[in-house]
Nanobody
């Protein structure tokens, strides 16, 4: 069983930066993927960035060029560096893991991920 704990959320002004962290406990063997998702009230959870055990990446168009996903395998931690934040980035952010990879890039479909953290709130003010 994998447990995920997010941290690093908070309030920031537009144009600012935040770095989210997702610490994983439990062991993912073989190929795996993990990613960042976000959700606002009344809307579906949206995948914004994903990375797999081979280092393949996938980004949603809405964050491409502003957000960077990366992992520290030694620390079993996933990160999301968010720069040039906009008010529309305001959401609850979740990390998730899946015990598989996809070709050619990790999927951003939330239903395909097996394990989820509790989320961390990001609020961007104009």
């Amino acid at each position: 069983q994998v447990q995920l704990v997010e941290s690093g959320g908070g309030s920031v002004q537009a144009g600012g930066s935040l770095r989210l962290s997702c610490a994983a406990s439990g062991y993912m063997s073989g190929g795996y993927s993990w990613g960042w998702f976000r959700q606002t009230p009344g809307k579906e959870r949206q995948g914004i960035a994903a990375i797999d055990s081979y280092g393949d990446l996938n980004y949603a168009d809405s964050v491409k060029g502003r957000f960077t996903i990366y992992q520290d395998n030694a620390e079993n931690t996933l990160y999301l560096q968010m720069n040039s934040l906009k008010p529309e980035d305001t959401a609850m952010y979740y990390c998730a893991q899946a015990s598989r990879r996809w070709w050619p890039v990790p999927t951003l479909e939330s239903a395909r991920y097996d394990y989820w953290g509790q989320g961390t709130q990001v609020t961007v003010s104009s």
